[in-house]
């Protein structure tokens, strides 16, 4: 089992920056993949970032140059930079630990809203 908790979601200003966290209840750096995701109102949950045990980085094609995935593995923790918001970026941010045969995971998520 791996208990995920995510935080630093909040209102914000188009133009400003956020970041996210997701904390583990175990270690990370063997979980194949952890990745954020996000759900806006009425729409599908869909991939934002995704970095694997090796370190390797993906994104999705709306948030590139915008966002950055990280994790650091000595705090269980992964981060989601987001900088330059827009109001479309509005959505519920949801952390995902992938381990393959072991199972997937997911978090509560936090909200971000950008709205001036």
């Known amino acids: 089992q791996v208990q995920l908790v995510e935080s630093g979601g909040g209102l914000v200003q188009p133009g400003g920056s956020l970041r996210l966290s997701c904390a583990a209840s175990?270690?990370?750096?063997?979980?194949?993949?952890m990745g954020w995701y996000r759900q806006a109102p009425g729409k599908q949950r869909e991939l934002v970032a995704l970095?694997?045990?090796?370190?390797?980085?993906n994104y999705a094609e709306s948030v590139k140059g915008r966002f950055t995935i990280s994790k650091d593995n000595a705090k269980n923790t992964v981060y989601l930079q987001i900088d330059t918001l827009k109001p479309e970026d509005t959505a519920v941010y949801y952390c995902?630990?992938?381990?393959?045969?072991?199972?997937?995971?997911w978090g509560k998520g936090t909200l971000v809203t950008v709205s001036s």
């Open positions: 995902k630990a992938d381990r393959g045969y072991w199972g997937t995971y």
């Open positions: 175990t270690s990370i750096a063997s979980i194949y993949a």
């Open positions: 970095i694997t045990d090796g370190g390797a980085t």
